[in-house]
């Protein structure tokens, strides 16, 4: 049972490049998450999802997309890299309603725009 | 718009202290609130997770309060070891988590 596992761990990529990052978990969670930590900003979340084929909007939404084809992947896409979105960036899982279950994190990957 | 706030931002002290982490919150209206830790470089491990009909968890040598009245928790940590030395945050659920800044600590031998 490994979690939740984030795909790369670290990337640096110039401006106006595109990349994706890969969440996956492996606990049949309903709910994935994906989000930003940046310094003395706390975490903020970006994107959810609440099931298979799901997507919903977070605080801070601009310049990312994602989709949730599959109920264990949620996938972070940013079409046009910007250095605004130099970040660091975990995605997190519950099993149903985040009212109630907790929410387990991924390890994190370190995005650098130069 | 709910606001949640740590304090102190950074701590550090010696081996076995006992200590008081705090977090207040603005909005009074959560599901629950959780606390993470989380190592440098690393991603965050959930320690306990108080539900808002809940007054504290406990988790071995952590206790987790909470007085939503008030808007305030408080994590207790007993007989601080240098393994604790970490980043700890809150987050209040409000249909999503939304979290302080944390509070760094360091129990130094």
């Known amino acids: 049972n490994a979690g939740v596992t984030q795909t790369p761990k670290f990337r640096v990529l110039k401006t106006g490049q595109s990349m994706t990052l890969l969440c996956a978990q492996d606990?049949?969670?309903?709910?994935m998450y994906w989000y930003r930590q940046d310094p003395g900003m706390g975490l903020r979340l970006i994107h959810y999802?609440?099931?298979?084929?799901?997507?919903a909007k977070g605080e801070v939404p601009d310049g990312y997309n994602v989709s949730r084809l599959k109920k264990q992947n949620f996938l972070l896409g940013l079409e046009s890299a910007a250095p605004s979105q130099t970040s660091v960036y975990f995605c997190?899982?519950?099993?149903?309603?985040?009212?109630?279950?907790?929410?387990?994190f991924g390890p994190g990957t370190r995005l650098t725009v130069t | 718009k709910q606001e949640v706030t740590q304090i102190p931002a950074a701590l550090s002290v010696p081996e076995g202290e006992n200590l008081v982490l705090n977090c207040s919150f603005t909005?009074?209206?959560?599901?629950?609130l959780q606390w993470f830790r989380q190592d440098p470089g690393k991603g965050l491990t959930s320690l306990l997770l108080i539900q808002s009909s809940q007054r504290e968890q406990t988790s071995g040598r952590l206790n987790a309060s909470l007085d939503k009245s008030s808007g305030r928790s408080t994590l207790y940590i007993a007989a601080s070891q240098p393994g604790d030395s970490a980043t700890y945050l809150c987050a209040v659920n409000t249909d999503k988590l939304i979290f302080g800044t944390g509070t760094r600590l360091q129990v130094f031998p």
């Open positions: 997190a899982s519950s099993y149903s309603k985040i009212n109630i279950y907790e929410q387990y």
């Open positions: 909005d009074s209206a959560i599901y629950n």
């Open positions: 999802s609440v099931g298979e084929g799901t997507t």
């Open positions: 606990m049949n969670h309903e709910y």
